[in-house]
């Protein structure tokens, strides 16, 4: 019988196919909302359907009922046979395409009579697509790179879906009687962007009630495996998890070997033979001889070894086992370090609270600054302000500042847009009354690599620019960044003395970790920022600050670490 993530899947397909075949947009976005809806219930659709209750699951009527209903009983739904019969199913595989919506799609396919993305590729690539009203050069050159982009996905889970999820396990299992400690592993706990499977690891000394938790999960749909340690389930969502249940004593050596990285993990096994000890899974051997040594935390394994403890999210085989061995590892940022919020956006723009909700959400939280960065005029579809709006926005700040006091800092701020030609979408002397700008690219991503660096390096060299928003633009899993030459870029904003931003909005994480660290070897500063637009979006600057410390990053190198004072003096001189 199918369970949600298939049903969800079935109705996201008929919907993708009806868009292509030009459909009405109601009916569109019936099925769009039944998918969403079905893929978020917290029991299965089956369980609904055999109460008799299909109707009470929100965004399903009487048409969407009955198709479930459909699907359940046989497996398969007449209806979208017969609309794959008009509309090829493989259509639906071009909107991942970057930049490919259906009425294109349509117009090339009842054109060109192709329907396999191959063909696509082959017609983008033989010029046959730039005679079609609308198309050019320009964009077969952007439907090769967005096919060239699909093929690149990795169809590993966005850290934004697997950290909530990974918690709330956690969550559960802690309450299980005998359970000592519960921890994620793998790439999750190392914090990369995206990760595979889901990876626990518990200490209890019996096993069985916590298996018992573990495959009884709230969403749960199939268990895939349960034995006396282990075990396997996958969620209603596709989503799948592992549980590994291990003596606490030897806790310590678990935890290290199933958070990898593979190559750190190697590095360490070579200093444990040097030492004369075998390094797995279940402990430290003696090589020559017998004798067993026990770890029930990381830090003894490390200590063992003659290291200090490495924290997880340097254990990429970068340098941090030659810099623990010289005791140089990095004072990482934490998030108790970051004192302001220099990217957030009000009712002003497209955020959810008024200026005054916002502060007091971040003062809640213990920050000192909040940099209003509402958009700018050019970015129509987030409601851009003009400047006669951000007169009005100022004479505002003034107001809810006395009403704060010395609570927090409230700076009157801009997301300027960096345009196609690398122009901004203020005027430099309007730039300069601002206290803050953050200039971000959100639009013409797909422009050559010569040409949107060269925008973006007139940005990072305009003396009021302070912050380059979200560098790349990417979106995970989405959306690449743009192909920007980032030495070139980082260099300028050394010379310049631009911040770099790293979004602590888990679907970019951008800058990643890799151009982050690059960035503090360049001596560039940066700025840890949520992006926020609503008060719950205040809460995933963990998220940002993970990328920091994957990237070496000490407090010292991120300017929302500074005073109110030091931040504002700072703004003042890159405004003189």
């Not at 099925?31 to 809806?37: C, F, I, S």
């Not at 008009?86 to 009425?103: D, F, M, N, T, Y």
């Not at 990974?166 to 802690?174: N, T």
Request: a neutral charge.
């Amino acid at each position: 019988m199918m369970n949600n993530r298939q049903l969800a899947d079935t109705f996201t397909l008929i919907a993708n196919l009806c868009e292509i075949k030009g459909e009405v947009i109601y009916v569109i976005l019936a099925y769009r909302k039944a998918a969403e809806n079905l893929i978020t219930l917290p029991r299965e659709v089956s369980e609904y359907w055999k109460e008799g209750k299909l109707r009470e699951i929100p965004g399903v009527g009487k048409a969407i009922a009955e198709k479930i209903d459909e699907l359940l009983q046989t497996g398969k739904l007449g209806f979208l046979e017969n609309l794959k019969t008009e509309v090829p199913e493989s259509l639906a595989g071009w909107l991942q395409v970057p930049g490919l919506g259906p009425k294109k799609i349509a117009l090339i396919w009842k054109t060109l009579n192709i329907a396999a993305l191959s063909e696509l590729e082959t017609a983008a690539k033989n010029g046959q697509l730039r005679g079609l009203p609308g198309m050019g050069a320009k964009s077969e050159t952007a439907i090769l790179e967005g096919i060239a982009s699909l093929a690149r996905r990795s169809g590993r889970l966005p850290l934004g879906r697997a950290y909530p999820l990974a918690q709330e396990i956690i969550g559960v299992l802690k309450g299980v009687k005998g359970v000592v400690a519960v921890e994620s592993a793998g790439s999750l706990r190392r914090m990369r962007s995206t990760v595979g499977d889901l990876d626990i690891l518990v200490a209890a000394k019996d096993s069985s009630k916590v298996m018992e938790a573990f495959v009884n999960l709230k969403g749960v749909s199939r268990v895939l495996g349960k034995g006396e340690t282990k075990a396997s389930i996958e969620f209603m969502d596709g989503v799948r998890a592992q549980l590994w249940v291990h003596a606490p004593e030897k806790f310590g050596t678990a935890l290290q070997y199933a958070t990898g990285s593979k190559d750190h993990n190697v590095a360490l096994r070579q200093i444990a033979l040097d030492k004369g000890l075998s390094l797995s899974e279940h402990s430290l051997t003696k090589v020559k001889g017998r004798g067993e040594i026990l770890c029930a935390t990381e830090e003894e394994v490390y200590k063992t070894l003659g290291l200090p403890w490495i924290p997880p999210e340097l254990r990429e085989d970068r340098g941090e086992v030659t810099a623990a061995k010289a005791n140089q590892l990095p004072k990482l940022i934490e998030i108790k370090n970051i004192k302001s919020n220099l990217h957030a956006h009000s009712t002003h723009s497209d955020g959810k609270l008024s200026m005054l909700e916002m502060a007091r959400a971040a003062a809640k939280r213990g920050l000192k600054v909040i940099a209003f960065t509402d958009h700018s005029v050019g970015l129509g579809v987030a409601n851009g302000l003009s400047i006669e709006r951000h007169k009005e926005q100022a004479a505002e700040i003034k107001k809810i500042q006395k009403q704060l006091g010395d609570e927090i800092l409230v700076l009157h701020a801009t997301e300027v847009e960096i345009k196609a030609d690398g122009s901004l979408d203020y005027p430099d002397d309007f730039l300069a009354s601002l206290d803050l700008v953050v200039a971000s690219l959100h639009s013409s991503l797909r422009q050559p690599r010569e040409k949107i660096t060269e925008r973006l390096l007139k940005a990072v060299q305009n003396p009021h620019v302070d912050i380059i928003g979200h560098p790349t633009g990417r979106e995970i899993p989405d959306r690449e960044g743009a192909d920007l030459d980032m030495e070139v870029i980082l260099k300028a904003a050394a010379e310049s003395g631009v911040a770099m931003e790293i979004s602590a909005q888990p679907s970019r994480l951008d800058l990643d970790d890799v151009f982050a660290r690059r960035a503090k070897e360049l001596g560039v500063l940066l700025s840890i920022n949520t992006d926020a637009h609503s008060e719950s979006d205040l809460d995933l600057l963990h998220y940002g600050v993970a990328v920091a410390r994957r990237a070496w990053l000490e407090p010292r190198d991120v300017i929302n670490t500074w005073t109110a004072k030091k931040l504002t003096d700072w703004l003042k001189k890159r405004g003189s």
